[in-house]
């Protein structure tokens, strides 16, 4: 059967749509990838593959040359075609005995893997208020996203994955992109003009042995031996079973005690309910906790009375935001629903319909689950009611009673995270398409086991370059943010164990490393600013994947310590126009160790393009860290692109 694909004729488009039947047995079938609207790789050979019957012959038309293949014992076939340039859009013919399929909108430029945990899912929904313009701005056909779904499977490397299509960056879309992915790939598109494809396989919370290939992971043995553990389904069933039930369980007895609700026809969140003995919040927080003693799980009522003076206050809809909230919520507006959440990472920006709020007294209750830990509200987040032009700020002045006492809810056993079963699922599909290179962003996962993260990267990476048949195969990957409370310690906390390994994965060769040291949030894993990420890995693919040898593509990278007399000078790489500092008059962050061990503060001036540090507290100097602890605020050296250092650790020479 010949495929037509000359779209101006109406005689082959009626004949195409009658050919375009849903996928039944014995109709060739193709991954998930291969659809309308994707990017091939440019400059690669085009493999095209499939599924049909055994020994069916499936034709193949694209760009003006046929390739007839016959499907193997398996049901499986490819073709391949020469490699082309940039460009698009085209189509494609694929026809077999009994049914034909036209692929339309292709284009071929460069595609990039996506891959990770929450801070690669982020999309552009979530950080749309920093970034209002980009959003409403977004419309670019030559950017497209491939949204991987989320799937596990330890027993067999998947050839395709469980869903998703491929969508352009337009007004319709560009809010389920990834962020981080959606930035990279308009600054590279805006400096070489070529269409981007993004493949998006992360998942939140991942940890990085969950993305390894099984032959790598053997490097591992407890990673490994957990992997085939959990080639048991009837483990796995046992144990969704059990979590099902304790989390049933737990909620239900939540609801049955809750005061909140003891009087059915006048719950808490009523506006005629008259709250007595309620304790009082003068300014939203994570719920108190009596020295010595654990937090108290369970359930918590805020009440705020807030007041407007418009008279015609509910006539539209309004915008309530209530932060991020430890761990779930439901908020109610003069007894109306208007938002709940069910866990607790989530920026609640909630939706008041029109006709809830009204002139006078307004009253907002929020019912807070909280399931093990300190629970409550996270400081310094938006909360506040936007009514029109008007903000009314709901930080301060509360009222609260706990409305039921539980025990901790009993842990979870996240299958999902388990070694090897993300890239079976999720990632082993995906690398029979030719690629140009990889976004990585994960490691919060792992920051307790920083220890192992550089072997573990090591592992990850040659496994990806293996499977895709690419030594040279660029690798970026995002070193982790600042994040929790700042500490007055000058050597504290495991993220900067983690962010150490991450430097030193920048041994392996085609690798590059975007730091965010400077674009983090104390009070959020989860920071907006996503474009300056992309950015930065943008900077990072000019260098390793596109070869640009002129520019400034990194901030400051150690390069050696040395004691010079009674002071240690610290030299630079990548200092560009030279070495500068972010804030301040003087470098900061930097502390020194000697044979005793322990790191003091040092002193530190700007000389040129190097670093001079003296600490009188040291008398031997063996050791240097710069911004060596979870968020080091302190940190201020860049060079005069305004790209920070990264942290690190050296010996002294």
Not at 320 to 329: C, F, K
Request: with cysteine.
């Amino acid at each position: 059967m010949k495929v037509c694909l000359n779209r101006s004729s109406v005689v082959c488009l009626i004949i195409l749509l009658v050919l375009k039947v849903q996928w039944s047995y014995g109709e060739v079938k193709l991954p998930h990838l291969i659809s309308d609207g994707m990017v091939l790789q440019r400059n690669n050979e085009i493999r095209i593959w499939g599924w049909a019957d055994a020994g069916e012959v499936v034709k193949v038309e694209f760009e003006g040359k046929s390739k007839a293949v016959t499907a193997n014992a398996e049901g499986k076939w490819e073709v391949t075609f020469p490699a082309m340039d940039a460009g698009g859009p085209y189509a494609m013919g694929i026809s077999g005995n009994d049914n034909a399929i036209l692929l339309e909108d292709i284009w071929l430029g460069d595609v990039w893997i996506c891959s990770g945990q929450s801070n690669m899912e982020q999309t552009m929904a979530r950080v749309e208020p920093m970034f209002p313009d980009e959003v409403k701005s977004a419309n670019n056909p030559k950017i497209r996203y491939f949204d991987v779904s989320d799937a596990y499977d330890f027993a067999t490397s998947q050839m395709d994955v469980k869903g998703g299509k491929w969508v352009p960056a337009d007004q319709e879309n560009i809010k389920q992109f990834s962020a981080v992915a959606y930035f990279f790939a308009q600054k590279v598109y805006r400096r070489y003009g070529i269409p981007i494809g993004l493949i998006n396989a992360s998942v939140g919370g991942s940890p990085i042995q969950s993305w390894i290939r099984e032959s790598e992971l053997k490097r591992f043995p407890e990673d490994y031996s957990e992997a085939i553990r959990f080639q048991n389904p009837d483990l796995i069933k046992e144990i969704e079973q059990r979590d099902r039930n304790n989390m049933r369980d737990w909620h239900r007895t939540v609801r049955s005690k809750d005061k909140g609700y003891a009087n059915p026809s006048m719950p808490w969140h009523e506006p005629k309910y008259q709250p007595e003995n309620w304790m009082v919040m003068d300014r939203l927080d994570l719920f108190p906790v009596e020295e010595g003693k654990r937090p108290e799980n369970g359930v918590y009522w805020f009440r705020k009375e807030f007041f407007l003076e418009q008279e015609n206050a509910g006539d539209s809809e309004a915008k309530l935001l209530l932060g991020t909230i430890v761990d779930s919520d439901s908020a109610y507006i003069n007894g109306k629903l208007v938002g709940t959440t069910a866990y607790q990472y989530p920026p609640r920006r909630y939706k008041v319909p029109k006709g809830v709020l009204k002139p006078g007294k307004n009253i907002l209750v929020v019912r807070v689950i909280n399931e093990r830990g300190r629970g409550g509200f996270v400081k310094d987040k938006p909360y506040q009611l936007e009514v029109g032009e008007e903000i009314i700020d709901l930080k301060n002045d509360w009222s609260y009673k706990q409305g039921a006492a539980m025990p901790p809810m009993p842990g979870q056993t996240f299958i999902r995270f388990k070694p090897l079963g993300l890239y079976n699922a999720m990632m082993a599909p995906l690398q029979q398409f030719s690629v140009k290179g990889v976004l990585w962003y994960q490691g919060e996962s792992n920051a307790g086991q920083a220890h192992l993260y550089q072997d573990q990267m090591v592992a990850l990476i040659e496994g990806w370059r293996s499977a895709w048949d690419n030594d040279d195969l660029p690798f970026l990957y995002v070193q982790l943010p600042n994040f929790m409370a700042p500490s007055e310690d000058p050597h504290s906390g495991n993220w900067p164990e983690l962010r150490e390994a991450q430097r030193k994965t920048l041994e392996i060769p085609h690798t590059g490393m975007a730091v965010t040291i400077d674009v983090g949030e104390a009070n959020d894993i989860h920071p907006l600013d996503k474009k300056t990420v992309g950015d930065r890995l943008a900077l990072q693919a000019f260098k390793v994947a596109y070869k640009e040898k002129n520019g400034q593509f990194s901030g400051p990278e150690i390069k050696k310590a040395e004691k010079i007399g009674d002071k240690v000078v610290l030299s630079f790489d990548h200092v560009g126009l030279g070495l500068d500092l972010s804030e301040g008059k003087i470098p900061q962050g930097f502390a020194i160790a000697g044979m005793e061990g322990g790191y003091k503060w040092a002193e530190a001036k700007l000389k040129g393009n190097k670093v001079i540090l003296e600490c009188k507290d040291v008398s031997n100097p063996v050791r240097v860290s710069y911004a060596w602890t979870n968020n080091p605020i302190q940190a201020n050296l860049i060079n005069k692109d305004g790209l920070p250092a990264g942290p690190f650790i050296v010996d002294v020479q």
